[in-house]
């Protein structure tokens, strides 16, 4: 079993930047491919950025594209997402997402991860 815990959200305004983190206990994230997702009010979840397991892959919603930077620290079992130049239509609340042992390709679909953070708000002002 493994339990994520996000943190780093906040306000920030408009082309500000915040890096999410994202916690792993109980088990090592270094096998598992992970991934970061979002949903805004009225909204259904979806996928921003993903990483395989072994790193050498990652994928990006067209939203975010150059603007975001998924990474992980194996040895700190974390993963982080950096958010540069941020909009307004980036707030929502943001998730961490693991799962998969040794995951070749990302996944972009919620349900191919079975463990989950609770979540950390992102309100950017314009």
């Known amino acids: 079993q493994v339990q994520l815990v996000e943190s780093g959200g906040g306000l920030v305004q408009a082309g500000g930047s915040l890096r999410l983190a994202c916690a792993a206990s109980g088990r090592t994230l270094s096998s598992s491919g992970v991934g970061w997702f979002r949903q805004a009010p009225g909204k259904e979840r979806e996928f921003v950025a993903g990483?395989?397991?072994?790193?050498?892959?990652?994928s990006y919603a067209d939203s975010v594209k150059g603007r975001f930077t998924i990474s992980r620290d194996n040895v700190k079992n974390t993963v982080y997402l950096q958010m540069n130049s941020l909009k307004s239509e980036d707030t929502a609340v943001y998730y961490c997402a693991a799962g998969g042992v040794r995951r070749t390709v990302v996944r972009l679909n919620p349900n191919d991860y079975p463990y989950w953070g609770q979540g950390t708000q992102v309100t950017v002002s314009s």
């Open positions: 990483m395989t397991w072994s790193g050498d892959r990652t």
